[in-house]
């Protein structure tokens, strides 16, 4: 079943040169769209009780991200599972190392901030939650990943993401060191110390 739903998704490579510039074009900009997100919550310019939720709201997905990263790195150590390309013909569409292929970090990224937003009722959780689905099918599509690799990334940042939303009160000191230590680093440069929203 996984191989079937691979062969079906990577078949559809090397047929449209618009469609694999296309889905390259989102794997590849995965991690710089992600940075995007994190910069455009920050620095959000709504009222001030929106600006904090928006600012937590990085800080949570940072550090749910982080942690399934964390995860994901561990898995890799313990369990070795060789990418579509090592075991069978494929269309590959990137360049990519022979590492092990369950989970995708990618993936990982992207639900992490995907999820983070659908907990904390974000008004953009749905656009993050698309961009997920479609970042995670790009992965598959390139030939880098199989369905399971991606599938297993979203539940490893469903588990980070709740978690650190349900332990959001005991990890309240630790948002205060973070927003602290930017009020500190910003308080003169005007341009960034106003959205220091949180530390006065």
């Not at 919550?41 to 749910?64: C, D, G, H, M, P």
């Not at 106003?194 to 006065?200: F, Q």
């Amino acid at each position: 079943m996984n191989y079937a739903v691979f062969q079906w998704i990577n078949g559809w490579a090397g047929n449209s040169p618009f469609l694999d510039k296309v889905m390259i074009g989102i794997t590849d900009s995965a991690p710089y769209v992600a940075v995007a997100f994190m910069l455009l919550l920050w620095f959000s310019n709504a009222n001030r009780e929106k600006a904090i939720a928006k600012q937590y709201t990085v800080f949570y997905t940072l550090l749910s991200t982080a942690l399934a990263l964390f995860s994901n790195a561990v898995i890799h150590l313990v369990y070795y599972h060789p990418r579509p390309f090592i075991t069978h013909h494929v269309h590959k569409l990137v360049a990519h190392a022979a590492d092990s292929s369950f989970v995708s970090d990618h993936a990982v990224l992207v639900f992490a901030i995907a999820f983070t937003m659908l907990l904390r009722g974000d008004r953009w959780k749905n656009i993050a939650f698309i961009w997920a689905v479609i970042v995670g099918i790009s992965r598959i599509y390139v030939g880098v990943h199989y369905p399971a690799d991606v599938i297993g990334a979203a539940a490893l940042s469903w588990g980070t993401s709740f978690l650190v939303i349900r332990l959001s009160v005991k990890i309240e000191p630790l948002a205060q060191i973070v927003f602290r230590i930017y009020y500190k680093l910003t308080k003169r440069v005007p341009v960034l110390s106003k959205y220091s929203h949180t530390v006065r």
